[in-house]
């Protein structure tokens, strides 16, 4: 083979290979900078395009790969058309309804939400072992605001004083709630603790995601709607026991709301009327439903076990 040919053999076999390649990574790529770098979909897009140049390019390097010799015309466009064909497919595979499932496997369990999970868990197990908390609002809702704030900091790489900021929103929302409402369990249930939480972490979330006042109010209404009549029932009394995953639910649930309001869905009953309709619904919970552990999960066979298992105490039940 002469040393022109032998170049352009290697040439086209590189080609080949960027060409599958790039089919295979572009798509991953557009959702790594939408989902990772907060980069637009218009933006995400145009790379898209362009990659899809390249694509093309490739495919026609491809089909000379497959006919170096070009003498057959019919063979070098099967081998243009079965890249073509071929990245066309994978268009429809990661940019059709799977895009969800790769979004939920790449960001979701394996990214934002995972870190959710795991910084929220961890706040209330330091709480349950009598460390050192804040109260955000209450000890027992403790998981969910730090949940959503660091699953943020390290998603978008917040500096120290964004996080000071997403504190201050999320606190603006909480004082309002508690001076129109409440926060505790024992006044308001679990609605009052985990929701008013669930709620500030999902303002703070938009505010600090660059959305405006209102949409952080849009989220704070959403988030506190999705868990009004939610009971405080900790089983024997302690702040473990569903209180815990709860505040994972809060966590989930603030992200949930703060993307809706992003996207510019509202919630139609207002912030200010949310809370006063958890302000009613709180004050028509009984009182087994408040923080006593005599009702709900706490009043389960399996939950008076712990009970007299913990403190060797009977419980009534009405």
């Known amino acids: 083979m002469a040393k022109k040919e032998l170049k352009l053999s290697w040439l086209l076999c590189g080609s080949f290979i960027v060409s599958v390649g790039s089919s295979l990574l572009w798509p991953l790529t557009t959702i790594y900078m939408h989902n990772y770098l907060g ?69 979701n369990f394996g990214g934002g939400i995972a870190i959710t999970i795991e910084n929220s868990l961890a706040t209330n197990e330091v709480n349950a ?33 964004q996080m000071v900021a997403f504190l201050f929103c999320a606190s603006a929302f909480g004082m309002v709630t508690a001076n129109n409402a409440m926060i505790a369990g024992a006044t308001g249930g679990c609605q009052a603790e985990v929701g008013s939480a669930s709620g500030m972490a999902a ?20 988030a506190l709607s999705n868990l009004l009549g939610l009971v405080c029932d900790p089983v024997a009394g302690l702040v473990e026991i569903p209180c815990v995953k709860r505040n994972v639910v809060g966590s989930v649930n603030a992200l949930a709301a703060a993307d809706m309001a992003l996207a510019g869905l509202e919630n139609k009953i207002p912030a200010d009327e949310v809370i006063l309709a958890m302000k009613r619904i709180g004050k028509r919970l009984p009182a087994q439903l408040r923080e006593t552990g005599l009702g709900g999960l706490a009043a389960t066979p399996t939950g008076i076990k712990m009970k007299l298992k913990i403190f060797g105490e009977e419980l009534e039940l009405d």
């Open 39 to 107: 980069q637009s979909l218009t933006t995400a897009g145009i790379v898209l395009f362009i990659n899809s140049l390249a694509l093309i390019a490739g495919s026609y390097l491809g089909g000379r790969m497959y006919d170096k010799d070009r003498k057959n015309a019919r063979r070098w466009l099967l081998g243009a058309l079965f890249l073509s064909t071929s990245a066309v497919f994978l268009l429809i595979f990661f940019n059709g309804w799977p895009t969800f499932a790769v979004l939920l496997l790449l960001d």
């Open 129 to 161: 072992a009598m460390g050192l908390i804040c109260a955000t609002p209450t000890a027992g809702s403790s998981g969910t605001i730090p949940g959503v704030l660091f699953a943020l900091q390290k998603k978008r790489g917040l500096t120290t004083d």
């Open 203 to 222: 303002a703070a979330a938009v505010e600090i995601c660059g959305g405006s006042p209102t949409q952080a109010a849009e989220a704070f209404a959403m």
